[in-house]
């Protein structure tokens, strides 16, 4: 083996044995009783492990030469890095934490596959949705017994090292030479090795450390102290609900190893395949008319101008901090609230159906499109400026700062759709890094206050 296979053969044995203590962790995590504070360290601790294996798992790939990423493909990765151990300490708040714990684990799914290269686009793009359910369900079932196959792989390139080094030996001293240089054995002879032996010199080392330790404690007695307390916790520790732990651990550290390994042995244009296969027969979907697109459009634009026309009044009365007659703050703001930013979710799988089935090179049906996101950039105003009130009058919530952030999300989503229809240009990687990076910022600077 060369030095680029033996040092990938290193780490991923590295990540073999994170997986059995990253997996019995999370197991712990999980049947463990802990307090909120204690819970947010220990998440925290399992997401900086996470980091690391993923970056043991990219440098495997790149010793491999298997995928080299570019430089979004890199920024991207370190930023989903970012934000998985921002997530994990947002947990302290103890504001929406089953939603913060969702996002954790979607979080490390697409982090692995941003950072391997596994998405179908050369970066984040629409077909999210696909990306994941590739990452929940292809790469890490497909590769489910990599622990096992990782280890026997290993054992035939260390086979085939020593039948290549054993031919050349016999083929001459000089070769043999070169090959014991190769090894790292600067003798050309290898050392025998004792399973035995070594054991029993690990043994005399261990009682070498443990009388080591002893003298230490006669000397200081904090340091006695720290070395009894830590006796106390592993004799505490019941050996039969750890045993649990460990088994229930097992298919769980196959399937999160199966998902960072996968990303290796699983070769990256497989990905590309698929989204070159996407692309090309997306021409067949496209077998909608384009006057019938229009006209629907149309039918949509009309009932929003004549629902806009008819509550003007009531619908634009938050701006200018007045509330309509017969209703309270509390009832305005969640008057229709909901309803809007539905309209505006159904307006982007209207302009979604239009993208897949209808031309991308019409100019009335983009002309109509960028119109419809205009559309949705009011409402999600109205519906933002409906609960800005109420916020000032009775103050801030978890659910109230949600549902801001929320509308601020889709009025984002709206002006970057109007951009792509304009500009021809990618604008879903900006929207999704603005919508996480925003989320995360707003539990830092929100909920801290929040009673």
């Known amino acids: ?92 708040f103890g504001q929406l934490r089953e939603l913060t714990l969702f996002f954790i684990h979607m979080v490390v799914i ?37 622990r096992i196959l990782s280890v026997t792989d290993s054992v035939r390139y260390h086979r085939e090292a020593v039948s290549i080094t054993a031919s050349l030996s016999d083929g001459g001293s000089a070769s043999g030479e070169a090959v014991s240089s190769r090894i790292g054995d600067p003798s050309g002879e290898q050392r025998p090795r004792s399973v035995f032996g070594v054991i029993v010199v690990l043994c005399i080392i261990g009682l070498i450390f443990i009388m080591a330790v002893e003298n230490l404690a006669r000397v200081d007695s904090r340091f006695e102290h720290f070395f009894i307390s830590i006796d ?25 190893f199966g998902l960072f390994q996968g990303g290796v042995r699983l070769p990256v244009a497989k990905e590309k395949e698929y989204h070159g296969k996407l692309i090309e027969s997306s021409a067949r979907f496209r077998f909608m008319p384009d006057a019938l697109f229009s006209v629907v459009i149309l039918i949509f634009l009309l009932v929003y101008l004549i629902f806009f026309i008819s509550q003007a009044e009531y619908m634009f009365s938050a701006f200018a901090g007045i509330l ?5 703050a509390s009832e305005y703001a969640v008057s229709g609230f909901h309803e809007l930013i539905n309209v505006v979710l159904i307006n982007f799988v209207l302009l979604s159906l239009v993208r897949i089935f209808g031309s991308q090179e019409n100019r009335l049906i983009r002309i109509l499109s960028i119109i419809l996101m205009a559309a949705s950039m009011l409402f999600s105003t109205i519906s933002a400026s409906k609960i800005i009130l109420y916020m000032s009058r009775f103050g801030y919530t978890s659910s109230r700062t949600l549902g801001l952030w929320g509308t601020a999300v889709v009025f984002a989503g709206s002006l970057l759709a109007i951009v792509h229809l304009v500009f021809r240009k990618r604008t879903f990687t900006p929207w999704l890094l603005l919508s996480a990076g925003s989320y995360v910022a707003m539990n830092f600077l929100c909920y801290p206050w929040i009673g």
Request: hydrophobic letters at 50%; charged letters at 10%; aromatic letters at 14%.
């Open 232 to 256: 106390s916790f592993f004799s505490s520790v019941s050996v039969s609900l750890t045993l649990i732990k460990f088994i229930v651990s097992i298919p769980i550290g196959a399937y999160l």
């Open 1 to 92: 083996m060369n030095t680029n296979i033996k040092q990938a053969e290193i780490l991923k044995f590295l990540c073999l044995g994170l997986s059995y203590v990253f997996s019995f962790a999370y197991v712990n995590m999980i049947m463990a009783n802990f307090k909120p504070v204690q819970l947010t360290i220990y998440i925290t601790c399992l997401s900086i492990v996470a980091v690391i294996w993923l970056e043991l798992t990219m440098a495997q790939q790149r010793l491999l030469g298997r995928f080299i990423p570019s430089k979004i493909q890199v920024f991207e990765a370190r930023f989903w890095e970012a934000i998985l151990v921002l997530l994990c300490i947002n947990t302290h």
């Open 110 to 146: 697409y982090m692995a596959l941003c950072g391997t290269g596994h998405l179908l686009s050369d970066r984040s793009s629409c077909l999210m949705p696909f990306d994941l359910i590739n990452g929940m369900f292809r790469i890490p079932f497909r590769n489910y017994f990599a």
């Open 324 to 328: 309509p007659e017969a209703f309270t």
